[in-house]
């Protein structure tokens, strides 16, 4: 399997592979987060973001709403899904924006595809210098010390004639800042078993680490990883929600 091939080469079952993700309940929920937190105003921008299903909930939330991602066939799809929406082939690491924006945004853990603790400063940096004042940057992460890696979540589904049955999970060795999603794709056609495998390096991080990281730039708020109900952080549970306003 080529680097990236599940958002090049397979990207055709992204969509299928993320089916069971609530992304009307997420979009929601940040929009909320939004309302108390940011500073007004509807210019958004998704990071990471894909075939563009959580561009095309705040689209009809009212928001001026866009997406930028590394990987050009991930990025048609969501022009397709998102036609009145403006996508851009950028690294989210390093990218710039025509006009400071109210919200930005990055679902699904994509925050950890920085790869490396500098690339996320970076990230970080970037995101702050897009925002307007009291803009407000909303994602999920894990925390490292956390991570269960013996852990695998699965899920099926059927496209046409073939079974497909997807499963990922997160791995970390127990030290420094490299962590892997480990991801599987089986797909099952009139008896016959196709089965692809990829391993995408991630930065790993702790929670008090990542404050730390933002503070300089944002006052962080952090939250139960729940998109039903705004509950503040445990400081126990190994996933969470970070609201942060621009300084």
């Keep these: 399997m080529s680097a990236n091939a599940l958002y090049t080469d397979l990207s055709g079952y992204y969509d299928l592979m993320c089916a069971d993700i609530d992304y009307q ?3 929601h ?8 937190f940011g500073g007004g105003g509807k210019t958004h921008l998704d990071l990471a973001c894909g075939t563009g299903p959580h561009v095309r909930r705040f689209l009809d939330f009212g928001y001026r709403s866009g997406g930028l991602d590394i990987n050009q066939p991930m990025l048609e799809r969501a022009a397709a899904r998102c036609p ?8 989210m690491c390093d990218f710039s924006v025509s006009e400071p924006l109210d ?5 699904l853990y994509s925050i950890h595809y920085s790869a490396g603790i500098e690339r996320l400063k970076a990230c970080i940096g970037s995101v702050h210098r897009a925002l307007k004042a009291d803009g407000l940057f909303c994602f999920n992460g894990v925390d490292k010390n956390r991570i269960d890696s013996a852990l695998f979540v699965s899920h099926t589904a ?7 049955r997807f499963s990922s ?15 599987s794709i089986e797909k099952t056609t009139a008896g016959q078993t196709q089965r692809w495998h990829d391993e995408h ?30 509950i503040p952080w ?10 942060c306003v621009k300084r």
């Design 201 to 230: 390096p991630m930065v790993a991080v702790g929670f008090e680490e990542l404050q730390a990281i933002l503070r300089p730039y944002f006052e962080v708020h952090v939250f139960e990883h729940d998109y039903e109900k705004i």
């Design 234 to 243: 445990d400081q126990r549970s190994g996933n969470a929600i970070f609201a």
């Design 84 to 91: 009145e929406a403006q996508f851009s082939l950028q690294d």
């Design 29 to 36: 929920c940040v929009q909320r987060l939004h309302q108390i």
């Design 25 to 27: 309940a997420q979009s």
């Design 103 to 107: 919200l930005v945004t990055c679902f």
């Design 169 to 183: 999970g997160w791995h970390y060795g127990g030290a420094g800042e490299r962590q892997s999603l480990r991801l």
């Design 158 to 164: 059927v496209q046409d004639d073939s079974q497909f």
